[in-house]
Nanobody, 117 residues
Framework: QVQLVESGGGLVQAGGSLRLSCAASEDTICISAMGWYRQAPGKERELVAFITSGGRTYYGTSVKGRFTISRDNAKNTVYLQMNSLKPEDTAVYYC???????????WGQGTQVTVSS
């Protein structure tokens, strides 16, 4: 069973930065897109950003220009650099990875990001 292990969450002041990492427990599996979702209390889970195996990226409107997603295909690892953080970025961030064979996506356990004003 492939697991996604996240790290890098924490508490930061508004305007600060954090970098999230997510690594698959197996670096030999084939993964197409990798991405990040987030869920704030009382809100639905929303897509933050994703990146394809070819390097194409997509960003949610609320984070565009502040967050940068990248990945290391050889290590099946995805990163999310978050700059100019705002209190409204506070949420649990979940890593997501889509297998190349289109079977069920993998999900991380979630990492808390809290931005204080």
């Amino acid at each position: 069973q492939v697991q996604l292990v996240e790290s890098g969450g924490g508490l930061v002041q508004a305007g600060g930065s954090l970098r999230l990492s997510c690594a698959a427990s197996e670096d030999t599996i084939c993964i197409s897109a990798m991405g990040w979702y987030r869920q704030a209390p009382g809100k639905e889970r929303e897509l933050v950003a994703f990146i394809t195996s070819g390097g194409r990226t997509y960003y949610g409107t609320s984070v565009k220009g502040r967050f940068t997603i990248s990945r290391d295909n050889a290590k099946n690892t995805v990163y999310l650099q978050m700059n100019s953080l705002k209190p409204e970025d506070t949420a649990v961030y979940y890593c997501n990875a889509g297998p190349c064979d289109s079977s069920n996506d993998y999900w991380g356990q979630g990492t808390q990001v809290t931005v204080s004003s």
